[in-house]
């Protein structure tokens, strides 16, 4: 995933225009509307989150244009999650796992959620974070054919068979400092699914997961190792041999 920062001249051509009147849902996430001005593609929202509050910015756009976002925030432990449409729980993309920063071409048209909340490790001391999203859509949607619902949602990576991709913490053993791994999640509800991590030689190791617990992991003669797992505030920590992998919830929960 490409890095970028979006230029100072394109924001403040673009700056918060979005509807002061923000609703709050049965689930407590605020939702606040974003519309370009006239003639902008982009646009900064500033905003604070204390606890386990958590807000949505909801902007439309089409299949086949371009997103970016980026959240600048003075707490480490808040992110941002990008849903797509139709989509309340499972993220096509989850920030704690891959970053603040977003680039990528929209599956489909509709309404995406930008949801900006905090891990539990800083929701549960009733932390605050103040941050900032940029965003831009760029690009011309692409017609949806002839008998697809345009708000049909299979919750899959472009190009993949993954609910969500990106990069988790993992250290090989042997005296190797820690990095990081390449993932795929496929997710099957409930906390439930399967993380395919790929190892710094491009050997694969699929981790299993139910009710948001590590229960194993594929081995082999050619690839051995003995599973162990444990809970660490918001991570499953997974050693398979002298391997370990830090899975954070919300790879398997998609939240």
């Given at each position: 995933m490409r890095h970028f920062v979006l230029k100072a001249s394109l924001i403040a051509a673009a700056l918060i225009s979005f509807s002061t009147t923000s609703v709050r849902s049965d689930d407590g996430i605020r939702t606040v509307p974003v519309h370009f001005k006239a003639g902008?593609?982009?646009?900064?929202v500033k905003g604070a989150i204390k606890g386990y509050e958590a807000v949505d910015y909801v902007l439309e756009a089409g299949k086949g244009q371009h997103m970016t976002v980026s959240m600048a925030t003075d707490n480490a432990?808040?992110?941002?999650n990008i849903l797509a449409p139709g989509q309340n729980?499972?993220?096509?993309f989850v920030g704690s796992a891959s970053g603040n920063q977003f680039e990528g071409t929209l599956p489909h048209s509709g309404a995406y959620k930008i949801r900006v909340y905090m891990m539990r490790n800083a929701a549960?001391?009733?932390e605050v974070a103040n941050y900032q999203v940029q965003m831009a859509i760029t690009g011309a949607a692409k017609a949806a054919p002839?008998?697809?619902?345009?708000?049909?949602?299979?919750?899959?990576?472009?190009?993949?068979?993954?609910?969500?991709?990106g990069t988790i913490t993992c250290a090989m053993g042997g005296g190797q400092p820690a990095g990081s791994c390449a993932f795929g999640v496929k997710r099957k509800g409930n906390g439930s699914g399967t993380v395919i991590v790929t190892k710094p030689d491009g050997r694969k190791r699929t981790i299993f997961f139910e009710n948001g617990n590590a229960t194993g992991a594929d081995t082999s003669e050619a690839d051995p190792g003995e599973?162990?797992?444990?809970?660490?505030?918001?991570?499953s920590i997974v050693?398979?041999?002298?391997?370990r992998y830090e899975v954070p919830d919300a790879v398997i929960f998609g939240g």
């Open positions: 902008a593609s982009a646009a900064a432990s808040s992110y941002f729980e499972a993220a096509m549960r001391r009733e002839a008998g697809e619902d345009s708000l049909s949602y299979d919750a899959l990576v472009e190009g993949t068979d993954y609910h969500a991709t599973f162990a797992a444990r809970k660490q505030n918001d991570l050693l398979v041999g002298e391997e």
